[in-house]
């Protein structure tokens, strides 16, 4: 058996009208070729669907003493620390990329929607802002407030002729 961080999974070209996937392309290591792949198998005309956790987020570190951080804050991590010192690291690949690295890996392939949702996949609204201090907000500078705060993305895909 091979690596399984490059494992193929043979299925059909031009096949699907609908693809999702729910906190799994945060995980992807190579984007570009994920992407391409759901072209590949989406028949014209056919849709894309996926949320991507987002690595900036309050909870995008995917440490398990902050799932749901605005409802059951963690006594022990601190708010961001896998931007911060990251003293409670997680064992899982992420691949950090920003939404504006989501939407160029797909739109190489797909005509793309990008946009910020909520724990409950709903447009808008943010995750910890008020965890998000001054003393924070001045450590993690480099960060736009919007990218801190927003939980996941919504991508929605649809292949036709680029």
Known sequence: MGDPKSAEYELPPNEYDLIVSNAV?????????FAKKV????????????????????????????????????????????????????FVYLNRLRPEEYYAAFAKHLKVLLEGRNISHDPGGFEGERFLTREISEELSAYPKELLLTR???????????
């Open 152 to 162: 996941s993305w919504c991508i929605i895909c649809q292949k036709v002729q680029l």
């Open 39 to 90: 072209g590949q198998m989406l028949v014209q005309g056919g849709f894309f669907y996926g949320i991507i956790h987002n690595f900036y987020s309050f909870s995008g570190g995917h440490n398990m003493e902050w799932p749901y951080a605005d409802e059951f804050p963690s006594s022990r991590v601190p708010p961001w620390d896998h931007l911060r010192k990251n003293l409670y690291p997680t």
């Open 25 to 33: 392309i945060e995980h992807v290591i190579d984007v570009t070729s």
